[in-house]
């Protein structure tokens, strides 16, 4: 055993570690999500202890519906990284193809694979744990698009940076927008977190909705003001999504698409 | 008329001139080369025709109108190849070209990728995912891509790279055999010389970002006035060396060969004088210049 050569190899992926962002996310940027958000699930539920109905309903829902806005932004930022893994963003863009066309067929190809990927959780669910999450039908349908909108302007940021700063950022494509996801509050109310925390709550749609479903699946009910906050909230962020990725689009252009691939 | 008019192009990256006032035409049914050595800003040039590439200032018209204007009109009539590019892998060869071929809403799509593959030589590979293709198989599917939509300018970055030389002569031959039926303009980069000087009509040389020599093969060629000497010299080796030395002429001795340069018009003189002090050789080559040592003169001096 040579340790010169043992430690050639450890320094070889220290170099791959330090240069690249998603080692640095799996090491430090996971864990740090999980403890956040799973901590403060565990706190959520031990504070209600038995006051919350329908726990488990609350708990798998949030964790089906969370993939709604993973999904669209996932379809944005992952598919065109596709594009730059395969180098193939200049064939697509010296074609006339515009980048309007571009985002609607991701769009689209999101509404479709979210259904099929929504459908089989939802499935999964029911056949796992019998837990029908159709069980209030149409009243979650309005915030299923609420939620699918939170994923596309998530992915127009995402796909934006991604324009701007190319491969090396390429882990926020998975990572961006689980930022969202403590402050969405998914399995806990938006009261249970700390007051700073809650001030970024207020202005993000997500929590708006994760609150609303959960009225829905507790109550029966549903919540016009958390779905209007919402959709006000979505047309904010999505305008101004999209006019950041056509900003990215354009500046990225002035240093040349090729430097992307 | 003019397939596409550059004018007073520039692109700058900080500091950097990667491209600095560069004003060129190509007109319908052209093959134009664009030569230069690495850095001379060849790439950055074809990425601004693409419009993936924004210019810092100039101007660039397609069949009349301005890019920047009627960019997605003028898209439809170009193509671009290069060794430089790749399409996705995991995608076969077909479905590749299906895209392209939808993207530039061509009619009869089975029909044309079926032609284009067949002239090609790559038909088939058709049910081939991308990444199970070598080099050369690769560049003549992108080259298919770049045929689909009937294109009226061709950008081609070294198009024959990685080819082996039959396969490479049968693409020249396609390339001129498009130029000639259907007036397809082309924009040429290659490292092979051979290849540039055999099939262009103009050609332009760029370094370090701007034009230094634009004409005819023939003509660049011409503007090389000195031809090299070799020769295997049987008598009279020190009395040509004081004759060369005498007029400032450089020369090396290599394996009993004698090398130098000499103005091709002066050369017959030079050997009557050299013949008439006992000078005697066993052989003569006269190598005309080529393009390749136009290059390397010009690049020397810039």
Same mark, same amino acid.
């Given at each position: 055993?040579?340790?010169?050569?043992?430690?050639?190899?450890?320094?070889?992926?220290?170099?791959?570690?330090?240069?690249?962002?998603?080692?640095?996310?799996?090491?430090?940027?996971?864990?740090?999500?999980?403890?956040?958000?799973?901590?403060?699930?565990?706190?959520?539920?031990?504070?209600?202890?038995?006051?919350?109905?329908?726990?488990?309903?609350?708990?798998?829902?949030?964790?089906?519906?969370?993939?709604?806005?993973?999904?669209?932004?996932?379809?944005?930022?992952?598919?065109?990284?596709?594009?730059?893994?395969?180098?193939?963003?200049?064939?697509?863009?010296?074609?006339?193809?515009?980048?309007?066309?571009?985002?609607?067929?991701?769009?689209?190809?999101?509404?479709?694979?979210?259904?099929?990927?929504?459908?089989?959780?939802?499935?999964?669910?029911?056949?796992?744990?019998?837990?029908?999450?159709?069980?209030?039908?149409?009243?979650?349908?309005?915030?299923?698009?609420?939620?699918?909108?939170?994923?596309?302007?998530?992915?127009?940021?995402?796909?934006?940076?991604?324009?701007?700063?190319?491969?090396?950022?390429?882990?926020?494509?998975?990572?961006?927008?689980?930022?969202?996801?403590?402050?969405?509050?998914?399995?806990?109310?938006?009261?249970?977190?700390?007051?700073?925390?809650?001030?970024?709550?207020?202005?993000?749609?997500?929590?708006?909705?994760?609150?609303?479903?959960?009225?829905?699946?507790?109550?029966?009910?549903?919540?016009?003001?958390?779905?209007?906050?919402?959709?006000?909230?979505?047309?904010?962020?999505?305008?101004?999504?999209?006019?950041?990725?056509?900003?990215?689009?354009?500046?990225?252009?002035?240093?040349?698409?090729?430097?992307?691939? | 008329?003019?397939?596409?008019?550059?004018?007073?192009?520039?692109?700058?990256?900080?500091?950097?001139?990667?491209?600095?006032?560069?004003?060129?035409?190509?007109?319908?049914?052209?093959?134009?080369?664009?030569?230069?050595?690495?850095?001379?800003?060849?790439?950055?040039?074809?990425?601004?025709?693409?419009?993936?590439?924004?210019?810092?200032?100039?101007?660039?018209?397609?069949?009349?109108?301005?890019?920047?204007?009627?960019?997605?009109?003028?898209?439809?009539?170009?193509?671009?190849?290069? &060794?430089?590019? =790749?399409?996705?892998?995991?995608?076969? #060869?077909?479905?590749? *070209?299906?895209?392209?071929?939808?993207? @530039? !809403? %061509?009619?009869?799509?089975?029909?044309?990728?079926?032609?284009?593959?067949?002239?090609?030589?790559?038909?088939?590979?058709?049910?081939?995912?991308?990444?199970?293709?070598?080099?050369?198989?690769?560049?003549?599917?992108?080259?298919?891509?770049?045929?689909?939509?009937?294109?009226?300018?061709?950008?081609?970055?070294?198009?024959? &790279?990685?080819? =082996?030389?039959?396969?490479?002569?049968? #693409?020249?031959?396609? *390339?001129?055999?498009?130029?000639?039926? @259907? !007036? %397809?303009?082309?924009?040429?980069?290659?490292?092979?010389?051979?290849?540039?000087?055999?099939?262009?009509?103009?050609?332009?040389?760029?370094?370090?970002?701007?034009?230094?020599?634009?004409?005819?093969?023939?003509?660049?060629?011409?503007?090389?006035?000195?031809?090299?000497?070799?020769?295997?010299?049987?008598?009279?080796?020190?009395?040509?060396?004081?004759?060369?030395?005498?007029?400032?002429?450089?020369?090396?001795?290599?394996?009993?060969?004698?090398?130098?340069?000499?103005?091709?018009?002066?050369?017959?003189?030079?050997?009557?004088?050299?013949?008439?002090?006992?000078?005697?050789?066993?052989?003569?080559?006269?190598?005309?210049?080529?393009?390749?040592?136009?290059?390397?003169?010009?690049?020397?001096?810039?």
């Amino acid at each position: 055993m040579n340790f010169n050569r043992v430690l050639a190899v450890i320094v070889r992926h220290f170099y791959t570690f330090k240069h690249n962002l998603n080692r640095l996310s799996d090491s430090f940027y996971w864990p740090a999500m999980d403890i956040i958000l799973w901590g403060l699930t565990s706190q959520y539920i031990q504070k209600a202890g038995g006051e919350v109905s329908n726990l488990i309903l609350v708990l798998l829902s949030g964790l089906v519906f969370w993939q709604i806005i993973w999904r669209g932004q996932y379809e944005i930022s992952v598919n065109l990284l596709d594009e730059l893994w395969n180098r193939n963003l200049v064939n697509l863009f010296s074609t006339p193809l515009t980048v309007n066309e571009w985002i609607m067929a991701l769009i689209l190809l999101g509404v479709i694979k979210m259904i099929g990927a929504i459908g089989f959780s939802i499935l999964l669910v029911w056949l796992l744990y019998s837990v029908n999450l159709f069980t209030f039908g149409w009243l979650l349908i309005p915030f299923f698009i609420s939620l699918l909108i939170v994923g596309w302007w998530a992915g127009l940021i995402v796909g934006g940076l991604l324009l701007r700063f190319g491969q090396r950022i390429e882990t926020i494509a998975w990572s961006g927008v689980f930022l969202l996801a403590p402050f969405s509050a998914i399995y806990y109310p938006v009261s249970s977190l700390p007051s700073w925390a809650q001030k970024i709550a207020q202005i993000i749609p997500s929590s708006y909705i994760f609150e609303g479903m959960r009225e829905v699946v507790q109550k029966g009910q549903i919540s016009y003001i958390n779905l209007t906050a919402s959709f006000l909230l979505n047309l904010i962020y999505i305008a101004l999504a999209y006019f950041f990725f056509k900003w990215c689009f354009k500046k990225s252009k002035e240093k040349g698409l090729a430097r992307l691939e | 008329m003019a397939v596409l008019q550059v004018k007073n192009l520039k692109k700058y990256f900080g500091k950097t001139k990667a491209v600095d006032d560069i004003s060129f035409e190509i007109n319908k049914g052209e093959i134009v080369g664009l030569l230069g050595p690495n850095g001379a800003g060849k790439t950055t040039t074809s990425q601004m025709l693409l419009g993936t590439l924004t210019p810092t200032a100039g101007e660039i018209f397609y069949f009349g109108e301005k890019f920047s204007d009627k960019n997605r009109e003028i898209l439809h009539k170009v193509n671009f190849s290069s &060794a430089y590019i =790749d399409l996705p892998w995991l995608l076969t #060869v077909k479905e590749n *070209l299906n895209i392209y071929a939808r993207l @530039y !809403e %061509v009619k009869n799509r089975d029909k044309r990728i079926k032609k284009l593959l067949q002239e090609f030589e790559v038909w088939h590979l058709r049910k081939k995912a991308m990444s199970k293709l070598s080099a050369g198989q690769k560049t003549r599917v992108l080259l298919t891509k770049a045929f689909i939509n009937y294109p009226r300018l061709l950008i081609l970055d070294e198009p024959t &790279a990685s080819l =082996d030389p039959e396969i490479a002569v049968k #693409v020249r031959q396609f *390339l001129v055999k498009q130029q000639k039926e @259907y !007036e %397809v303009a082309m924009l040429f980069t290659s490292h092979n010389l051979m290849e540039v000087q055999g099939l262009c009509d103009r050609i332009i040389f760029l370094n370090k970002g701007k034009i230094i020599a634009h004409d005819t093969p023939l003509g660049l060629i011409r503007k090389l006035k000195k031809a090299k000497i070799e020769m295997i010299i049987s008598q009279g080796k020190e009395v040509l060396e004081k004759y060369l030395k005498d007029r400032k002429i450089e020369f090396s001795w290599k394996k009993g060969k004698v090398f130098f340069s000499l103005d091709e018009k002066i050369i017959p003189k030079v050997l009557y004088q050299l013949s008439d002090q006992k000078v005697r050789y066993e052989e003569i080559e006269i190598l005309r210049p080529t393009l390749e040592d136009f290059f390397l003169e010009i690049v020397k001096k810039t």
